[in-house]
């Protein structure tokens, strides 16, 4: 097992969901974080906590030292001012967690292309630059890891999900290539997949699609019943402290798995993808997704 405490480590996406919750977990092992995310106000308000919490642990140990740097992902000067600000401050990186992501929902007929190519800007060409940054600093220091927050939905496209979906299975992709070209630099890659999780995903998927569904036509019944059923699948949804524990796992375990996976439903959902024929798996899902579908206007 590797210690955490003192890895310099950076994660963006910090100021909601799995984010929020592996900065609580990674300041209580006395990582030294650096927390980026959109949201300054957000920030700021997690690490007061952070610090008041800390403040009243036992005197052996150490505050954490936490660092803030409200970015976007999606522009070049915010990711290189990620970097430099955490060499500025520490002198090295030992861990990237890319966590920062949104979801996008509707057919993919009416789905303007700039809200798709906006989708993968955050959650795969904003990824990627910010990597791309970190890795000649790890390489230099002949070691580091780089965890990606992936998801079921990297193995497993649903309907009226294929754009976020697609992300992650690009993410899938590019972190599986990239751990065979930084191996031999003592740099690990880490992919995290979640299944459901209680965050404010849902919500966000559902403001950020509603402009382009408003006018769904064909569609509309459908949607309106999937968006439904899958806000009712928050009944299996597991807590946000279940993924931060496999982060935290990646960045720990000596020899760390390439996928970790969770929760049940989710390793239940990739077994299955593997197990069943194609037509059989995608029958199922969408039997799961849409229990009774409404018939489409036309």
Do not use: C
Not at 153 to 171: C, E, F, M, N, Q
């Amino acid at each position: 097992m590797r210690s955490i405490g003192k890895q310099v480590v950076i994660l963006t996406g910090a100021s909601a969901g799995i984010g929020e919750t592996t900065a609580r977990w990674l300041a209580r092992q006395g990582a030294f974080l650096v927390l980026a995310a959109r949201r300054g106000d957000r920030l700021e308000k997690l690490r007061s906590e952070l610090e008041s919490v800390s403040s009243e642990a036992p005197a052996q140990r150490s505050l954490p030292q936490i660092h803030l740097v409200p970015a976007d992902v999606t522009l070049p000067a915010d990711r290189r001012r990620i970097v430099d600000e955490t060499l500025a401050r520490f002198g090295r990186i030992d861990a990237l967690i890319n966590n920062a992501g949104y979801g996008q929902r509707g057919p993919i007929e009416i789905l303007p292309l700039e809200a798709i190519r906006a989708n993968f800007e955050v959650n795969f060409f904003g990824l990627i630059g910010l990597t791309q940054l970190v890795i000649p600093v790890m390489r230099r220091q002949g070691a580091g890891r780089i965890i990606n927050v992936s998801s079921v939905a990297g193995k497993i496209a649903r309907p009226y999900s294929s754009v976020y979906d697609s992300t992650k299975h690009a993410l899938e992709a590019i972190s599986d290539g990239l751990r065979g070209e930084l191996a031999p630099f003592g740099i690990q890659v880490v992919l995290i997949e979640p299944g459901l999780i209680i965050t404010e995903f849902m919500d966000v998927a559902d403001q950020v699609s509603l402009p382009h569904l408003r006018e769904s036509g064909p569609y509309a019944s459908i949607l309106e019943e999937s968006r439904k059923n899958q806000h009712r699948g928050r009944s299996i949804a597991a807590p946000a402290d279940v993924i931060a524990n496999l982060i935290l796992k990646g960045l720990s375990d000596s020899r760390p798995r390439l996928r970790y996976v969770a929760p049940l439903h989710a390793k239940i959902f990739l077994a299955l993808k593997w197990f069943l024929p194609g037509r059989t798996f995608d029958f199922l899902l969408n039997r799961i997704l849409n229990p009774t579908p409404p018939k489409p206007s036309l």
